[in-house]
């Protein structure tokens, strides 16, 4: 069993930057793939990156390439994603999420565990 915690969510303005950290319990942790996934107001839970379980390979949605960067240190069991440059549309409930398999996958059903979620307000 996996349990996340997330934290750093916060109120910013619009060009701002934000680290969020996603803490876990569990020695399988670092058996998996991590990702971050979205859930803006009125939508749905969506993939935004995801890292593998060594953490060397990536993968980001397009709306958050070169602004978004995920990494982890399976020696602490934590994910982190630092966000850059960030915009209105960026906001919502940010969820941390681990699998038992190894590869990133891009939707909700690929993911067995997920934390509580941190708020990120985007506004001027």
């Known amino acids: 069993q996996v349990q996340l915690v997330e934290s750093g969510g916060d109120l910013v303005q619009p060009g701002n930057s934000l680290r969020l950290s996603c803490i876990a319990s569990g020695r399988t942790f670092s058996n998996g793939a991590a990702a971050w996934f979205l859930q803006a107001p009125g939508k749905e839970r969506m993939f935004v990156a995801g890292?593998?379980?060594?953490?060397?390979?990536?993968d980001y949605e397009d709306f958050v390439k070169g602004r978004f960067t995920v990494s982890r240190d399976n020696t602490k069991n934590t994910v982190y994603r630092q966000m850059n440059d960030l915009k209105p549309e960026d906001t919502g409930v940010y969820y941390c999420?681990?699998?038992?398999?190894?590869?990133?996958?891009?939707?909700?059903?690929?993911?067995?565990?997920w934390g509580q979620g941190t708020q990120v307000t985007v506004s001027s």
């Open positions: 999420a681990a699998s038992r398999g190894s590869n990133i996958g891009l939707w909700v059903r690929n993911y067995d565990y």
């Open positions: 890292i593998n379980r060594n953490g060397d390979m990536t």
